[in-house]
């Protein structure tokens, strides 16, 4: 079965069944996301859990695009990044794309809707 691409996946809205997919994008070599509600600052809030992500370039500005463009595309989605363990890629979160880290594991990050 063909991946879906992460517009294909998010375009089945809420109510759609899977809520979690591999996904085809550009610049990754995989990418694993959920739509779900995560209780963040103290609101039950939508978001994008991207929980496994490869890059194919690493470092190339890929994911910072991807950010960008759910940010335009998907404004009233927040981005939630599970379990993070690279430490260079914790800082590149919270410096450059301003995410917060999620203090009940202190390994995931957010980034909430306007």
């Known amino acids: 079965m063909k991946k879906p691409t992460l517009d294909e996946f998010i375009s089945q809205g809420d109510e ?40 194919s370039r690493p470092g190339s500005g890929t994911f910072t695009r991807l950010v960008a463009r759910l940010r335009v595309q998907y404004p009233t989605l927040g981005i939630y990044i599970e379990c993070v363990q690279q430490p260079r890629f914790s800082v590149m979160l919270v410096n450059r794309l301003g995410f917060k880290v999620n203090p009940l594991d202190g390994s995931s990050y957010y980034l909430l809707s306007d």
């Open 16 to 55: 759609a069944w899977p809520k979690n997919s591999w996904i085809r994008e550009s610049g990754f070599k995989s990418l694993y996301i959920r739509l779900s509600k995560r209780h963040l600052e103290g609101e039950l809030r939508s978001v994008i859990d991207l929980a496994n992500i490869t890059a």
